[in-house]
């Protein structure tokens, strides 16, 4: 069985993983905040209150993943992941890890959710399976006017 484990993450992290991200979450970063992958990481880390990074067992990181505070909304996390192709032969330990950092992650909050490239059907996948519901469909967002679904989850009630 592969090795892999979920770490909190390290500044130098989204060095790391950048150059190896997926195309399709190269997309959805493209898409959104356009095309500097480690500035978009290293901020999306940084906005976290536990920020984690997965490693590999001879401890490479090959993704990231947490929940930042909204800037505009209190009590609401936006959610996200961001990996390498190495995520879908470690799937079975990060499956198994993501849902023990699932509630350590969205504890700040009430409400967790964010939005998803269409396409990027690993994410929605990963995404319905921890809880989330799918409310919206957003046909032109973003940078370059592409579809995404948008997703929730209420963490407290």
Known sequence: MIKAYVRPSIPSDPEKVAPILRPQDKEEI????????????????ESCALPLTMIDAQERPFGMFGVMSHPTCAGYGNIWLLSS????????????QCKL???????????????VLESNRQHVRWLRWLG????????ELGLKKQPFLEFVRITKG
């Open 30 to 45: 493209e898409a959104v905040v356009g095309p500097d992958h480690v500035t978009a990481l290293a901020y999306a880390r």
């Open 85 to 96: 192709d190495y995520l879908f032969e470690a799937k079975i330990p990060f499956i198994r």
């Open 101 to 115: 950092w699932q509630s350590a992650i969205e504890e700040p909050y009430q409400l967790v959710g964010n939005v």
């Open 132 to 139: 989330y519901r799918f409310v919206g469909r957003h046909p």
